[in-house]
């Protein structure tokens, strides 16, 4: 059996960032020996799909607001982990490997705007190693080594054979997007381990509604401010503004995957939520009465059509008259002022029951996996000694606009890091 004294399962941003950060932390002089393991037949498969194939590596604000760690807003002891190893730490770090990115307002890019060349990026820093990297190769399990002193701690199970590992770095990722090889292999592996589960559920995915409404109003995207509810106490949990998709089963879009993590978590614990959807997001009620003055003075021979134009999408228009029992064909005259009024406060107010997510499937994150409680600042275990964890298999989900992909190459990097100080000194 071949022993290595670190062996990194996954080959994603976390792994490989874990593989370089151990290679560069020699041990008393010497290089550790380095088996990075990879089930899919290429190096960070899932990176080429990321920010519609431009990579959204990271992002330079960050704030509590940023992620949600074990169901919860972060606390301070996480929030130190990025004290050091930060934004500007990670790009620092790549750009010294050549690797050159540019911002717009915080969110990060590589410079050339291309989500495949972060993939190639790993490829050729890890060519340049002789970390050995086996890609194809799925880990089926570990264990404990029944013979530590010569196999080192663990032995590692594949198809291809057994691998001995002094220290064991799990970064399998999640179980979303399974066409791009989201899998629940480090989960399973984490429990077998002992490891406490967070269950997971989807992140960064359409939110499922069964409205008819929707009907009228798919395939409109527009510029809208959403707050998700709980459904229990009637209180807003979180808000997003940005573009809407509105489909025939869900609602999609960027501010709906920033709170979908957070409507996840309602959905679990049967919370019923809904979301208000806010058609003329920053116009205030001053605006509103400015609008119904102007408005209840047109024609009356005008169409309600033509009466309430220019304020939101024609087919937004549409389901909002509906909701009265209106069509915008008709003639002005039919409605009273107070209906007017209250056609215009919907346009504000638009109630959409949420009653599921569209699944790991379309989900862009994995929230759940294993709790950070139970890992150490420096991603080690608090369970088993020499197991670490990193990336998006810990239950860290972060919002939309680069905070996933920082948080798997950071939490990476310090499991890398880590697992090679620690190393006895005889190796
Ligand atoms: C469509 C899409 C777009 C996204 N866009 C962005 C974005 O722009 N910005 C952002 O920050 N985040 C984005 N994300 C999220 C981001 O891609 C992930 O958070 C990130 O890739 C997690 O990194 P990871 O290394 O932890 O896991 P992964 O990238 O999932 O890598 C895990 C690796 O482990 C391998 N593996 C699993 N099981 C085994 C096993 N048993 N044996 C061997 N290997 C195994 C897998 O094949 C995989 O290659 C996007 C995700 C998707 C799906």
């Not at 995915?205 to 008819?212: A, E, I, K, Q, R």
Request: net charge neutral; glycine share 12%; hydrophobic share 40%.
């Amino acid at each position: 059996m071949d022993r290595f004294d670190i062996v990194i399962i996954g080959a994603g941003p976390a792994g490989c960032m874990s593989a370089l950060a151990a290679y560069g932390t020699p041990v008393r002089g010497r290089r550790p020996d380095i088996c990075l393991i990879e089930a899919s037949g290429m190096i960070g498969r899932k990176i080429y799909s990321t920010g519609n194939g431009r990579c959204n590596l990271a992002n330079r604000r960050l704030s509590l607001q940023s992620y949600m760690v074990d169901g919860a807003a972060p606390d301070n002891r996480f929030m130190a982990l990025f004290s050091e190893r930060n934004a500007d730490w990670l790009l620092e770090t790549l750009r010294s490997r050549g690797f050159h990115t540019h911002d717009r307002d915080g969110l990060v890019y590589p410079v050339s705007d291309q989500a495949s060349a972060l993939a190639a990026f790993f490829e050729r820093e890890l060519a340049r190693t002789d970390i050995r990297v086996m890609t194809g190769v799925r880990v089926t399990d570990f264990g404990l080594s029944e013979d530590p002193d010569r196999t080192g701690r663990f032995t590692v199970r594949t198809g291809a054979g057994e691998y001995g590992a002094e220290r064991l770095i799990i970064c399998c990722g999640g179980m979303a997007a399974p066409e791009l090889g989201g899998t629940d292999d480090g989960i399973r592996m984490m429990a077998g381990a002992g490891h406490g589960i967070h269950d997971p559920y989807p992140a960064l995915v359409p939110l499922l509604c069964d409205d008819p409404r929707l009907k009228i109003v798919k395939g409109v995207r527009c510029t809208a401010g959403i707050v998700l509810y709980d459904g229990i106490n009637g209180l807003p949990v979180c808000s997003d503004t940005g573009e809407l998709q509105l489909l025939q089963d869900s609602l999609s879009g960027i501010p709906v995957f920033q709170l979908s993590a957070a409507a996840g978590l309602l959905l679990k614990n049967s919370r019923k939520p809904y979301v208000i959807v806010d058609f003329l997001p920053g116009r205030d009620s001053g605006f509103l009465n400015d609008e119904f003055e102007l408005r209840r003075r047109m024609p009356d021979d005008l169409t309600l059509g033509a009466v309430l134009l220019g304020l939101v999408n024609d087919k937004v228009l549409r389901m909002v008259l509906a909701d009265e029992g209106l069509q915008p064909e008709m003639k002005k005259r039919r409605i009273t002022d107070d209906t007017l009024k209250n056609i215009l406060n919907r346009m504000k107010a638009v109630r959409f029951v949420i009653f599921g997510s569209a699944g790991f499937e379309r989900a862009q994150l994995m929230a759940g996996g294993v709790p950070m409680k139970e890992l150490n600042e420096d991603m080690s275990s608090r369970i088993v000694p020499g197991l670490y964890a990193a990336g998006e298999l810990c239950d860290v989900n972060g919002l939309c606009g680069g905070y996933n992909l920082q948080w798997a190459m950071i939490s990476g990097a310090v499991a890398g890091e880590s697992a090679a100080r620690s190393l006895p000194g005889d190796i």
